[in-house]
Nanobody
Framework: VQLVESGGGLVQAGGSLRLPCAAS????????MVWYRQAPGQQRELVAT???????NYVDSVKGRFTISRDNAKKTVYLQMNSLKPGDTAVYYC?????????????WGQGTQVTVSS
């Protein structure tokens, strides 16, 4: 199983980015899909979660600005980020709880850099 993120880049404050993360491999099902971020010198922070049933949850600092969604047919989770702030600058990682024929475990993407300039 492999997770691949894309969509990161450099954007001015107030701008938007959309991050997709696609899973591939022999996958039976995907439970929760989660976006984390890690800024330089800081611990990794949970940003947003979406369950298999579509329920979502966000860290307070992104509520009203970020939207997490999923496309089960494409095995993809998205993070739509609007009204970006310099404080959103970080490497963004996706995480999925995936069932294969052998395991149920968490998988991580490689990360994508998001830089917001003031």
């Amino acid at each position: 199983v492999q997770l691949v993120e894309s969509g990161g880049g450099l954007v001015q404050a107030g701008g938007s980015l959309r991050l997709p993360c696609a899973a591939s491999g022999t996958i039976v099902s995907i439970n929760a899909m989660v976006w984390y971020r890690q800024a330089p010198g800081q611990q990794r922070e949970l940003v947003a979660t979406i369950t298999s049933g579509g329920n979502t949850n966000y860290v307070d600092s992104v509520k009203g600005r970020f939207t997490i969604s999923r496309d089960n047919a494409k095995k993809t989770v998205y993070l739509q980020m609007n009204s970006l702030k310099p404080g959103d600058t970080a490497v963004y990682y996706c995480n999925m709880k995936i069932a294969t024929t052998l395991y149920l475990r968490n998988y991580w993407g490689q990360g994508t850099q998001v830089t917001v300039s003031s």
